[in-house]
């Protein structure tokens, strides 16, 4: 009787509050509960506050931003900013989007894994959870290292979910604990004290009140269990506690009632708050030991904080192209050069050459001297008479590319791999990069110039409806279609300069094909600079008009508006600095077609995502496109400022037929859901109006920005579960699902991953009278391939009628299964410090003897908090073990170092010293003394005081310079 009035009640409440939820912290949005968006937002602001923090204090430079849970991403951006020259605008796009990444794929672990129990550490999995906490941690560090940092994201996104749902889950916060449970970040050490299955661990609630269900003894002997949790059966084995709501059928049975703490209105809602900052400390932590594994600097990458622009080359290597390649390299040089050690240098280099068969390899680099060798390297040889690969080489770079990068190919040739267009558009649609068309063929083509080229590669040529295959690719992605002569391209190539500076944002893009004369207007905000307008098209005749009715026409090269460049079918405006701010317009008209883009530098801008509705209520990220016709949700975030007000998010058709217009719902400062009520026909993209109301912005005011990318939807929906690892040399088998509203249509089948890797796929599904089908693709890494490469596969469906089509993209680590487990040793062997009051006329020193055990081996030695200096040396020690040495000798005003020893698979090791106390002056620590040997990073202090003077090098350390002095005579 009792339980059906609660069964009752549980009902009722869920239907009425739709509250209760599936498995977790709320993913992404819950007014008054914290989410796993917030508490990894948090955790991730907090950290690098923390690294840019010590970075700073070791660098002597003052650091004044307070660490706690008020942080913004434009206050972490602004205090991490250390570039000199930086008088230009910052752009926050690449700390957002990393962010933004990271808690999608945690967010995303509720769509497709609602109901794993080791997912959510429900039903006291708690070896299974650790297990994908600990092995999610050394794909992380596997991936920074092989620098694959979108794959180490999503891999780090997907185990936060795991860490922080333990907070909410199980019985830790309900057991008094103060910290966060490191055993769950640390493979090596037993997990104890867990309710074994037979131990019944809760008791009824006492109607609603849950506050009081979890057995006395649980509590005493402070055994660790977790809820049982089931959407469809009740059962549970005898006396143990349940997640609890309304989806949860074994919280029905006795003991009835749960203990999880997802959001204030869950039966443990009373401890929300306390599991949620648990939570984030707890991720916190985690971050600290990447962190210590990969170092500052990677781990400043891996948060999108170093990226400001790419500079991206995909070069057709035939014959006929030496003077381009020439070109290429000039400009490319000429930006390195120039921009070398200024917040404009480009933080990463992309290069991909192809010809006829082939295409690659993929030249991806942070190293401006790398990318200066390949481009060197690259000569005009063969081909000729044949179109190239220009599309595969184009995928390779968008592949390898950040996202919204600008990506520039240089080709005088019709693509051979056209029948890639659709699997290219996906990409530039998911990758939200633009691509511009260096094309210097077309004209001599049409025109007939160019003479001494067409003599001597007669043969090549390229038609129209090639030339329209790049127009189309480079207007779905925001990018231009530039067709010049060979002997103007480096007046074209302007466009390349312009494009790689940091901070570049769209204001407006437009196409018109086939063109008609039309005005367009857009407005300019006082944080743009370096506002620059493009008008690519057949002999394009254009008039631009200030906000202050000042008008200058196409054909006029300096005007009181700006100057402007003619070069082939390219005209570029760079307008004058003063009198910007208001409302432009321009009257524009072309033959045929024509594109118009609208660019500055600002650190305004803004991201945005399609999220779809998942069991329970809340939103997740949508993998792929949406549903044509039907409502959809954006959910946007505005970068640059603490805080702002949307006005406006549309869907404008990129055919200029119409525009949807979005209902707008603060989620936070700078965050938003935008309902549409219905997702366009063709192509679209995103366009947001706005008011900066930061004060620390110089001049508020309106805003307007642009996606420069086309987005588009479908009649199909395909989707597949995601696996973030896979082994080498091992088939991987992954199903996927075609949804369609339209029933009895037949599918072509497309898969292919940019590494090249064995796919198999089924060539074609049918898609029968229930609407739906599934599929099976293989995936095999070769056995060869490192740990850590991230692989992208794409599988794409085409409805063989109509053409409609959409893809599902999935990113996986390729990791061979890690079995070192043990962190490497740090163990202090003397510190020798005879400090004065006067610290800086004095140094001290430390010697610390590392080893690795049976692992893998160490592969980085590095210290924290201090500015001294470290040495290393290598000896083997009496019983054969190898022993690096680390001699640390730093000013006495430079008072604590941490010493970090990573080993091949990133385990951790570090110890901890400080001279601080006052007293201290010479001390002596016999090589065994065991307290140097540090488990909990930064926890333990070696702080030793002998109050006798005097000062020497231990007798052991003396038998170890002796023994290397040996060891190197030797070799
Ligand atoms: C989280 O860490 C902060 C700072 O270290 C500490 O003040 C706070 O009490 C911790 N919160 C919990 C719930 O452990
Ligand atoms: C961009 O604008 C800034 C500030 O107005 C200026 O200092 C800088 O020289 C400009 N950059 C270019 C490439 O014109
Ligand atoms: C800029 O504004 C000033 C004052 O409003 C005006 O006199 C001047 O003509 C304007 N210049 C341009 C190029 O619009």
Redesign the pocket.
């Known amino acids: 009787m009792v339980s059906l009035v609660v069964v009752a009640v549980f009902l009722l409440w869920g239907t009425l509050f739709q509250s209760p939820q599936v498995a977790a912290f709320k993913p992404l949005f819950r007014d008054g509960s914290v989410t796993h968006r917030e508490i990894t937002q948090m955790a991730i602001l907090r950290k690098t506050a923390e690294v840019c923090r010590d970075i700073a204090t070791a660098q002597g430079r003052d650091f004044t931003l307070a660490i706690n849970n008020k942080l913004t991403a434009s206050a972490v951006q602004k205090a991490c900013t250390t570039s000199p020259g930086s008088?230009?605008a910052l752009s926050s796009l690449g700390f957002n989007l990393a962010i933004t990444e990271i808690y999608l794929s945690n967010a995303a672990i509720d769509a497709v894994f609602a109901l794993s129990a080791a997912r959510h550490v429900d039903n006291e999995a708690f070896v299974e959870g650790r297990d994908l906490i600990t092995r999610g941690m050394a794909a992380v560090k596997a991936s920074v290292q092989q620098g694959s940092y979108i794959s180490a994201r999503i891999t780090l996104g997907a185990l936060c979910h795991t860490l922080q749902d333990f907070y909410s889950h199980s019985n830790w916060v309900e057991l008094g604990s103060i910290a966060p449970f490191s055993t769950l970040i640390r493979p090596d050490l037993p997990l104890n004290n867990l309710a074994d299955r037979s131990t019944p661990t809760c008791k009824n609630c006492i109607g609603k009140d849950c506050s009081d269900n979890i057995l006395p003894e649980i509590l005493l002997h402070k055994k660790l269990t977790s809820g049982y949790f089931d959407i469809i059966f009740s059962a549970k084995p005898a006396g143990k506690c349940s997640h609890g709501g309304f989806l949860d059928r074994t919280s029905y049975i006795d003991p009835i009632g749960g203990i999880n703490k997802d959001d204030i209105s869950s039966n443990h809602g009373f401890l929300h708050q306390r599991a949620a900052d648990m939570a984030i400390n707890a991720t916190m932590e985690m971050l600290q030991d990447i962190r210590l594994a990969t170092g500052n600097r990677d781990f400043l990458r891996l948060m999108g904080l170093s990226q400001t622009s790419v500079l991206a080359f995909v070069i057709d290597t035939t014959g006929s192209m030496s003077d381009d390649i020439e070109e290429a390299k000039r400009v490319s040089f000429s930006i390195i050069d120039s921009r070398r050690g200024t917040s404009e240098e480009p933080s990463e280099y992309i290069l991909v050459p192809f010809n006829d068969p082939d295409f690659g390899p993929l030249t991806r680099t942070k190293d401006a001297n790398i990318f200066k060798a390949r481009i060197n390297s690259l000569t005009a040889s063969g081909g000729g008479d044949e179109p190239e690969m220009c599309l595969s080489g184009l995928l390779l770079a968008l592949a390898g590319a950040p996202p919204s990068s600008d990506i520039f190919v240089f080709t005088d040739a019709s693509a051979k791999d056209s029948k890639l267009k659709s699997t290219v558009q996906a990409t530039i649609e998911r990758t939200k990069s633009t691509v511009t068309f260096m094309l210097t063929n077309a004209l001599s083509f049409r025109r007939r110039r160019d003479v001494s080229q067409s003599q001597k590669f007669k043969s090549r040529s390229i038609t129209q409806s090639d030339i329209q295959l790049y127009r189309d690719l480079a207007h779905i992605s925001g990018g231009q279609a530039i067709e010049v002569t060979r002997a103007s391209l480096s007046q074209a190539t302007a466009v390349i300069t312009d494009a790689s500076?940091s901070a570049l944002v769209t204001v407006l893009y437009v196409e018109r094909s086939p063109a008609i004369a039309e005005i367009f207007s857009f407005l300019l905000d006082p944080s743009l600079?370096?506002v620059t307008v493009y008008i690519t098209g057949d002999s394009p005749v254009f008039t631009l008009y200030s906000p202050t009715g000042v008008s200058q026409s196409g054909s006029v090269a300096d005007g009181p508006l700006g100057s402007i460049l003619t070069v082939g079918n390219l005209r570029r405006v760079k307008l004058n600095?003063d009198n910007q701010t208001g409302e432009w317009r321009i009257s524009i008209n072309s033959t045929r077609f024509y594109s118009l883009k609208v660019t500055g530098?600002s650190s305004v801008n803004f991201l945005f995502n399609f999220v779809e509705q998942i069991e329970g209520g809340d939103l997740a990220p949508k993998a792929n496109r949406p549903f044509i016709g039907r409502n959809a949700t954006l959910f946007v975030s505005v970068t640059g400022g603490d805080s702002v007000t949307v006005t406006d998010v549309l869907l404008v058709e990129a055919s200029g037929s119409g525009v949807v217009n979005g209902t707008i719902k603060a989620v936070g400062a700078t965050d938003f859901l935008v309902n549409v009520d219905r997702i366009p026909e063709g192509a679209f993209v995103v366009q947001l109006k706005g008011l900066l109301n930061d004060s620390t912005q110089s001049l508020p005011g309106q805003f307007q920005r642009q996606s420069p990318t086309q987005q588009q939807g479908s009649r199909v929906t395909i989707t597949a579960q995601p696996n973030s690892t896979i082994e080498p040399g091992m088939p991987f088998d992954l199903s996927f699902t075609l949804v369609s509203n339209a029933t009895e249509s037949n599918y072509t089948i497309r898969a292919r991953t940019d590494r090249g890797f064995s796919v198999s796929f089924p060539s074609s599904l049918n898609i029968g009278t229930e609407g739906s089908a599934q599929g099976t693709v293989t995936l095999t890494a070769p056995s060869d391939t490192k740990s850590g490469t991230d692989v992208t596969l794409t599988i794409e469906a085409e409805d063989q009628g109509s053409g409609d089509s959409n893809y599902v993209a999935l990113r996986f680590s390729v990791m061979t299964k890690v079995t070192d487990f043990s962190r490497p040793v740090c163990q202090v062997v003397s510190i020798k410090a005879d400090c004065p009051v006067e610290c800086s006329t004095a140094s001290w020193e430390l010697s610390a003897n590392l080893t690795d055990g049976n692992g893998t081996g160490i592969s980085s030695v590095s210290f924290n908090r201090g500015n001294g200096s470290l040495s290393l040396s290598f000896v083997i020690s009496e019983d054969g073990t190898n022993v690096t040495v680390a001699s640390y000798n730093a000013s006495c005003c430079s008072q604590e170092v941490e010493l970090v020893v990573v080993d091949r698979v990133g385990n951790v090791g570090t110890c901890f010293t400080s001279i601080k106390s006052p007293s201290v002056e010479t001390t002596t620590v016999k090589p065994s003394t065991p307290s140097t040997i540090t488990n909990k990073p930064s926890t333990i202090t070696t702080v030793i005081t002998t109050p006798n003077r005097g000062c020497f090098v231990s007798f052991s350390m003396f038998v170890l310079l002796c023994n290397l002095i040996f060891f190197f005579l030797c070799k």
Do not use: D, L
Request: aromatic fraction near 0%.
């Open positions: 008088s230009s500076t600079s370096n600095s530098q």
